[in-house]
Structure formats: C-alpha cells, structure tokens
C-alpha cells in the first residue's frame, strides 16, 4: 500500500490539473440532491453526501446513445445506408466513486464485454475512464454492501480509492491509470507513519456501521423451478405500480430497447435505458405478452438479480448492495426482505422462512 496525503488546497490545485487532461465527473448537489455532473473549469465535486441519488452508471452507459445515422433523401447516394456513429473516447475521470457503484462496472462488464461479444460504445467508455473512490465513514440506513461483496472501503473496480481526513484526504493508487491520475494531479504528499493503521481503524468503524444485510449462501441450491414458482411473488408484488423506478436507478440494471428516431429526410437509430418492469417490455409485435401481470415482472427482475446472474457467473450477486431501490420505491418494496425469502425457501415444504433486514 501506497498511501499519499493531500491537504486541501493540494485537492484544490490538483483537481484543476485533472481537468486539463481529463474530463471530470463528480458529485454535485442539484436542488436537494446529489448528482455526478460534468464539472466545469471552476466547479469542485462536493462530497459532503453519502451517495448520490443516481449511480454514475450514465456515464459509461449513457440513458440514450445514437448509434448509427442515416439519410431518407432519395436524392443523395447513401440513401437508407446505416453509417456508425463515429464512437471515441476521451480520458475521463469519476471523482467520488463510492465503492458500492464502483463494484457495479465490473458487474455489468460480464455482459457487455465478454470473449464472445463487445460492446464498443460501453467498452471503450468503460476503457477511457478512471475511478477515483472515496471511502465511507458510515452506511445509511438502507446500505447491505458487505453482505453484496464489497464495502464502505471496498476497492475492486476503483483506480484510485481515497480516505477522508479532516478537510483533507488519503489517496491509495491501486491501478497503473489510478498513479497515473495521481500524478497527473500532482499529488505527491508523504503519508504519516500512522497512516495505514489509522485507514484500518476507520474501515473497522465504517463496516461496523452497516447494519443491514441479505443472505445469499443457500440462492445456487435452489433450481430455477423453486423459485420460479414461489407462493410469494404475487403478495410482494401487489402494491407495485410498474414505475421503473428501481431499475433506472439502479447501478448494475444493463437492459436497454433500440428505436429509430426520424425528423424530416435523416433519422438515427439510437438505445435507451429500458426496465423489466415494464408491462412493454416484452410485447410482442403479435400483440403477445409472455409477462402480462406485474408479479411476472417483478418475478423477473429478482431472479435475474438474485438467481439467474448466481447461476450464470457463480460468483456474487448482481447486486451491490448500495440501496437505492429501497430508499426511492414509491410503495416500499425492499429488495431485502425478496432476498432472504428466495434463499430461505423451501420447496418441499412449500414454506418463507423470512429473516429480518
């Protein structure tokens, strides 16, 4: 461990010399929430927050992207051709990361960069981008990190992961882009002797701080047909309304519809976010829907989060744990309670042994 220690008038110099050579992302307060923005020449991230209200996901994977372009003129050569969006990255640099939405890329890289297939929008964002973390020193309320594979001072998926002290911090370079950003910031502070004993004594205190959790131990024994056919899916499913909510915010949600949009003779083709819970999400053009009733979908989503992914990857959850479908469902679904009832069922005795959240 590396450790190096920035004052805060080093923070100030060296996020402007950030600036210069990537564009940076962080966490801005907008109304009364935070949010990761483009910060302009002058702007600073304010991580005076313990997460934001959206993951940083958009950055990587923006909520609508055109793809392709194409004319409808009859009269020019390339009419009806297809012509790719023309798709460079430039380097850029999220500040703030929490640990929780930086677990999150490396989860949805297992489907969007894989031997097989990859996705060259998502892939070469993913590439040009450097994740500088902060730790937390407390959880909310909502927060189950460690039970989803990581925590309040989790590094996997950061480049860089920071460690607030006092109105300074201490930086830990983890990747070669991680000391490259470091350096390009120009931060060089020696860390005290103490340094690493005292980051551990925050991480203890920071860990113990999460009090919630989920059980997730007994979710590959299951068969899909278990669970699939749970007596529970409807009663948890009775007070939702479809909104989406919970997948839009979600850090690991990777599904998305493709449209083509037309204005006079030119139109893209383009991908947007879209949601499992959707009643058109699985529409048919026939006029079929194999997900017509709301506990089908929701059914849907907890079993590609909490079974499927377990299945497919047989590591981890695709799940980080972070809370925010708990805190923003309108009718308090908590991914939580679904959680413990799916690792706790019993088939054979066709019962919901339910822990506690």
Request: charged share 25%; aromatic share 10%; net charge neutral.
């Given at each position: 461990?590396?450790?190096?220690?920035?004052?805060?008038?080093?923070?100030?110099?060296?996020?402007?010399?950030?600036?210069?050579?990537?564009?940076?992302?962080?966490p801005?307060?907008?109304?009364?929430?935070?949010?990761?923005?483009?910060?302009?020449?002058?702007?600073?991230?304010?991580?005076?927050?313990?997460?934001?209200?959206?993951?940083?996901?958009?950055?990587?994977?923006?909520?609508?992207?055109?793809?392709?372009?194409y004319?409808?003129?009859?009269?020019?050569?390339?009419?009806?051709?297809?012509?790719?969006?023309?798709?460079?990255?430039?380097?850029?640099?999220?500040?703030?990361?929490?640990?929780?939405?930086?677990?999150?890329?490396?989860?949805?890289?297992?489907?969007?960069?894989?031997?097989?297939?990859?996705?060259?929008?998502?892939v070469k964002?993913?590439?040009?981008?450097?994740?500088?973390?902060?730790?937390?020193?407390?959880?909310?309320?909502?927060?189950?990190?460690?039970?989803?594979?990581?925590?309040?001072?989790?590094?996997?998926?950061?480049?860089?992961?920071?460690?607030?002290?006092?109105?300074?911090?201490?930086a830990?370079?983890?990747?070669?882009?991680?000391?490259?950003?470091?350096?390009?910031?120009?931060?060089?502070?020696?860390?005290?002797?103490?340094?690493?004993?005292?980051?551990?004594?925050?991480?203890?205190?920071?860990?113990?701080?999460?009090t919630?959790?989920?059980?997730?131990?007994?979710?590959?024994?299951?068969?899909?047909?278990?669970?699939?056919?749970?007596?529970?899916?409807?009663?948890?499913?009775?007070?939702?309304?479809?909104?989406?909510?919970?997948?839009?915010?979600?850090?690991?949600?990777?599904?998305?519809?493709?449209?083509?949009?037309?204005?006079?003779?030119?139109?893209?083709?383009?991908?947007?976010?879209?949601?499992?819970?959707?009643?058109?999400?699985?529409?048919?053009?026939?006029?079929?829907?194999?997900?017509?009733?709301?506990?089908?979908?929701?059914?849907?989503?907890?079993?590609?989060?909490?079974?499927?992914?377990?299945?497919?990857?047989?590591?981890?959850i695709?799940?980080?744990?972070?809370?925010?479908?708990?805190?923003?469902?309108?009718?308090?679904?908590?991914?939580?309670?679904?959680?413990?009832?799916?690792?706790?069922?019993?088939?054979?005795?066709?019962?919901?042994?339910?822990?506690?959240?």
């Amino acid at each position: 461990m590396t450790l190096i220690k920035i004052d805060h008038q080093s923070w100030i110099d060296g996020i402007k010399k950030a600036k210069a050579a990537y564009r940076v992302f962080g966490p801005v307060k907008e109304k009364k929430d935070h949010e990761f923005k483009l910060l302009d020449e002058d702007r600073m991230p304010d991580l005076d927050c313990q997460n934001t209200r959206m993951s940083p996901k958009a950055i990587i994977y923006p909520q609508s992207q055109i793809m392709f372009n194409y004319s409808l003129d009859e009269s020019k050569d390339d009419c009806r051709i297809m012509k790719e969006v023309e798709n460079v990255s430039s380097p850029q640099a999220i500040i703030g990361i929490r640990p929780c939405d930086a677990l999150a890329f490396p989860i949805v890289r297992r489907n969007f960069d894989t031997p097989e297939y990859q996705d060259t929008y998502w892939v070469k964002a993913y590439e040009a981008t450097t994740f500088v973390g902060l730790a937390c020193s407390s959880a909310c309320g909502t927060c189950f990190c460690t039970s989803a594979g990581t925590g309040p001072f989790g590094e996997e998926g950061l480049d860089v992961l920071m460690v607030a002290d006092g109105d300074g911090f201490y930086a830990n370079p983890l990747t070669e882009k991680g000391r490259a950003f470091v350096k390009t910031a120009g931060w060089t502070g020696k860390a005290d002797s103490n340094a690493a004993e005292k980051i551990e004594q925050m991480k203890t205190a920071a860990e113990a701080s999460v009090t919630s959790s989920v059980a997730t131990d007994r979710l590959h024994d299951k068969t899909i047909l278990e669970l699939y056919n749970a007596p529970f899916w409807e009663q948890d499913a009775f007070a939702c309304i479809n909104c989406g909510t919970c997948t839009y915010i979600c850090p690991t949600c990777w599904c998305f519809d493709v449209q083509d949009e037309i204005s006079g003779k030119s139109g893209v083709r383009m991908r947007n976010w879209d949601s499992c819970m959707s009643p058109l999400f699985t529409l048919h053009a026939s006029g079929h829907n194999p997900r017509p009733q709301k506990h089908e979908r929701l059914r849907q989503r907890f079993m590609h989060k909490l079974k499927y992914y377990v299945d497919k990857y047989d590591n981890g959850i695709q799940c980080v744990g972070c809370g925010r479908c708990i805190r923003l469902c309108p009718v308090n679904i908590d991914i939580r309670s679904i959680c413990n009832k799916m690792n706790n069922f019993d088939a054979n005795a066709c019962v919901c042994k339910v822990t506690s959240a």
